[in-house]
């Protein structure tokens, strides 16, 4: 990787702090550097998990396939490992707390983990390194070429953006005119964290019914910084958390959907009884572009 990649990174800091600050976020979501504080409080540990969970992780489990397939194919010198958590063990089972908290721990100490690493085809890396400790597989891990953290969206970017510029012609100028890459402001210090220890870029893809667009976490950080071109809200399926919304267009279009999803259902049957019902996505594909990908994936510095 470019040695520029993190100082460049850490170089934003300041900006990054004065503006979010000046937005009303709290000073413990921008401690940047080093290892959280141990907790002074007992951590709250979900209970349940219904319907609207279940689905956003199907959700996001078939767009980490279905991107990961499309890195291989656009980019075969390069290989792709899962490293993000793959847990699906959900709320409520009796084995859940132990490992949310040792979760909890493990992102304090060595930050978010991205979804995907990529090494060089050539490297001897396993496909599945979600399960393996921080403590075991960092000194391999620093040897990725990039990193990818994967968002899914329930939307079809192009229409969207089709029919929002149809509106704004017909006079109406209501809404958002382009979804956003989505980033929880409690996320900034958990991925910067993981970013000071391992030094290998990081790419947020965002992962549409007919699109995909990417913009790499350097980029994310110079927005903010530069205070423009971003909003901040507090969407209630957040639960109320500050989420920064920067406009896909503020990064860059690296792929087009092949195929759509079916759905199926699916149903969850909880220790009590209680009946979940959610749909999976099942099939569709993507075509990357080669080049615009890699751009997004290693950016020169």
Known sequence: MSSHYFPQLKGTLDGVIAKLTAKGIEARHLTFGGEGPKPTKKARVPTDARSEFLANRAMGDWAERMLSSAIVTALPKFSVTQYGNTDRIAAGHPEFKARYLAGMEETRIFGKRPDLLLFPATAAVDTDMSERAHSETEALVKRAVAAVEVRSS????????????KQREDGNTTGRETPSFTVKVEDLVIVYRWLERHRVPQTYCQVFFDSVFAINFLDIFANIASGEGYSIETPAKSQEKSTIMIPITRGARVGKATSLPT???????TELGRHDAYVVPQGGGFELDAAAMKKVLLPEG
Not at 154 to 165: P, T
């Open 263 to 269: 759905f199926a259902a699916e149903q969850r049957v």
């Open 154 to 165: 329930k939307f079809e970017a192009l229409r969207y953006m089709a029919v929002r510029q």
